[in-house]
């Protein structure tokens, strides 16, 4: 066979293209495998406060809760500093409270409550390692035991995934049950099993960055754990154990 130089110029064009193809494929097959997860708490973490006394404070100065409930959520908020807050009694409590109320309403209102106050606690450090996550390949997820409501408004704006305690919402209304497992302790150890699998990701090839000590089941299975500003259970464990320790705030 006889090839004209225009069949031959065709013949080397094509070559080359699919050389570059097949490496531009196998350079997006060794970034997905590369790939990670950088999981994020939320409260202490990204954020330097505790989202949930934030929102009773922003609720005080409106007078839209009683001194009563205050001096409630402030207890539990120690009672979770020092890590002997029962997680299901203080949800089941919480859902005794919202039943039957107006989501729409209370996602307006987290959404001012984000805007006023929450986005002033978000801790600049945390945002910059989270964006060298992103810059490296890995995708950032936050997991944080507080509620849509609160945390959608954080990594919405920071343009991260999340995950959440979920309350149930049928016809606007909250049921007073919560959706799946709650993002707390050993829930956030499923979740995070269940987001790395549906990405082909393997725990040991992700970080965890923390505060608190209850995260303490996730932080022993993943690849890079780091305890940031970490309580005093924590900060034992992490020396313990030689983890990572940072403070970001």
């Given at each position: 066979m006889?090839?004209?130089?225009?069949?031959?110029?065709?013949l080397?064009?094509?070559?080359?293209s699919?050389?570059?193809i097949?490496g531009l494929?196998?350079?997006?097959q060794?970034?997905?495998?590369n790939?990670?997860?950088?999981?994020?708490?939320?409260?202490?973490?990204?954020?330097?406060?505790s989202?949930?006394?934030?929102y009773?404070k922003f609720?005080?100065r409106?007078?839209?809760?009683?001194?009563r409930?205050?001096?409630?959520?402030?207890?539990?908020?120690?009672?979770y500093s020092?890590?002997l807050?029962d997680?299901?009694?203080?949800?089941?409590?919480l859902?005794?409270r919202?039943?039957?109320?107006?989501?729409q309403?209370?996602?307006a209102?987290?959404?001012?409550?984000f805007r006023?106050?929450?986005i002033?606690?978000?801790?600049?450090?945390?945002?910059?390692?989270a964006?060298?996550?992103?810059?490296?390949?890995?995708?950032?997820?936050?997991?944080s035991?507080?509620?849509?409501?609160?945390v959608?408004?954080?990594?919405?704006?920071?343009?991260?995934?999340?995950?959440?305690t979920?309350?149930?919402?049928?016809?606007?209304?909250?049921?007073?049950r919560?959706?799946s497992?709650?993002?707390y302790?050993?829930?956030?150890?499923?979740?995070a099993k269940r987001?790395?699998?549906?990405?082909?990701?393997?725990?040991?090839?992700?970080?965890?960055?923390?505060?608190?000590?209850s995260?303490?089941?996730?932080?022993?299975?993943?690849?890079?754990?780091?305890?940031?500003?970490?309580?005093?259970?924590?900060?034992?464990?992490?020396k313990?154990?030689?983890?990572?320790?940072?403070?970001f705030?």
């Amino acid at each position: 066979m006889i090839l004209t130089p225009q069949t031959k110029v065709f013949l080397t064009f094509f070559s080359l293209s699919h050389l570059e193809i097949h490496g531009l494929v196998e350079q997006n097959q060794q970034l997905a495998t590369n790939m990670a997860i950088a999981f994020f708490d939320m409260d202490k973490t990204l954020l330097s406060k505790s989202s949930g006394v934030e929102y009773v404070k922003f609720l005080a100065r409106r007078g839209m809760i009683s001194r009563r409930e205050m001096v409630g959520v402030f207890f539990v908020s120690v009672q979770y500093s020092l890590n002997l807050m029962d997680f299901p009694k203080a949800m089941a409590r919480l859902n005794a409270r919202v039943k039957g109320g107006d989501a729409q309403a209370t996602r307006a209102l987290c959404e001012t409550f984000f805007r006023q106050d929450l986005i002033h606690t978000i801790a600049p450090a945390a945002v910059a390692r989270a964006k060298q996550h992103v810059a490296d390949g890995d995708e950032v997820i936050v997991l944080s035991a507080s509620t849509q409501f609160v945390v959608l408004p954080v990594a919405d704006y920071l343009g991260f995934a999340a995950r959440y305690t979920e309350l149930e919402i049928v016809d606007n209304h909250f049921t007073g049950r919560i959706v799946s497992e709650p993002c707390y302790g050993e829930g956030k150890v499923y979740w995070a099993k269940r987001m790395a699998q549906e990405r082909g990701v393997a725990l040991s090839d992700c970080a965890f960055y923390t505060d608190s000590h209850s995260d303490r089941p996730l932080m022993e299975l993943v690849g890079r754990p780091v305890a940031v500003n970490p309580d005093r259970k924590l900060l034992a464990l992490a020396k313990d154990r030689g983890w990572q320790i940072e403070k970001f705030y």
